[in-house]
């Protein structure tokens, strides 16, 4: 499990922040870099999984909430978390509407698609496996980045692991193919997953080191799932001839 990085109170105020919602206009093209982004919720709900070019943007707040208001555009540069959340908004409806706001502790999250942070609800940011020290509006992306935003249920709690899900992107029609689970504490520390199991295919639960075996009989997307852990990312297999 994570360790938190701040006090549960200003924890709420900066894991909220870690959205960005609508932009006034699209992100300047120049210097723009493809990062993955993952968007998750605490009830296991997967609402983006993908590869996005982000750059800097100019953001609109258009929403009150979160002790913040709608107001003015500002400029994110970019390549930065939410810039690349901003991106995938324009081009993806799963992740629209955003609604955002903005105040003292930057941009808050109002919703994304049908989701919205409430009651004790907080959106952790985590960079390659590993919790970001800082917001979205100021945490990096270079390219091949992995992203990820989780709704976690409350921030009186530790957020969970986040899984991993290494697999082949490519297989003959029922082959049996080794896959391997993984998973990551917010400190980036990584540990062999048993007891998950792989959607998307059939199989069986993997092993103390985190290893099982899967047949393939067509192009399928594979999550692994466990528990309360967030669910893994998606790996798309396509079916060699």
């Given at each position: ?16 922040t870690?959205?960005?919602?609508l ?26 999984d ?11 707040p ?147 080191q ?27 297999v396509?079916?060699?001839?």
């Amino acid at each position: 499990m994570t360790n938190r990085i701040t006090s549960p109170a200003l924890g709420l105020l900066l894991g909220l922040t870690l959205l960005l919602g609508l932009a006034a206009q699209p992100a300047a093209a120049g210097n723009r870099v493809a990062a993955n982004l993952r968007v998750v919720t605490w009830k296991g709900q997967i609402i983006f999984d993908g590869k996005v070019k982000t750059g800097t943007a100019k953001i609109k707040p258009n929403d009150d909430c979160l002790g913040g208001h709608a107001g003015p555009a500002r400029t994110v540069t970019g390549p930065t978390a939410l810039g690349l959340l901003y991106q995938a908004s324009l081009r993806y409806k799963a992740l629209q509407p955003l609604k955002i706001s903005d105040g003292d502790f930057g941009f808050g999250i109002c919703g994304i698609a049908d989701v919205s942070a409430k009651n004790k609800e907080w959106w952790v940011l985590r960079r390659n496996n590993k919790d970001s020290m800082s917001g979205a509006e100021t945490t990096r992306v270079k390219a091949g980045d992995t992203i990820l935003l989780y709704l976690a249920r409350t921030y009186e709690d530790t957020a969970p692991d986040s899984l991993v899900l290494n697999a082949p992107t490519k297989a003959r029609k029922g082959a049996r193919v080794k896959v391997r689970v993984f998973s990551f504490t917010g400190a980036g520390k990584r540990t062999p997953v048993e007891g998950a199991r792989v959607f998307g295919a059939k199989g069986a639960l993997t092993d103390a080191q985190g290893y099982t075996y899967l047949t393939i009989n067509g192009r399928t997307n594979l999550v692994a799932r466990q528990g309360s852990l967030i669910p893994s990312n998606r790996v798309s297999v396509s079916i060699r001839k």
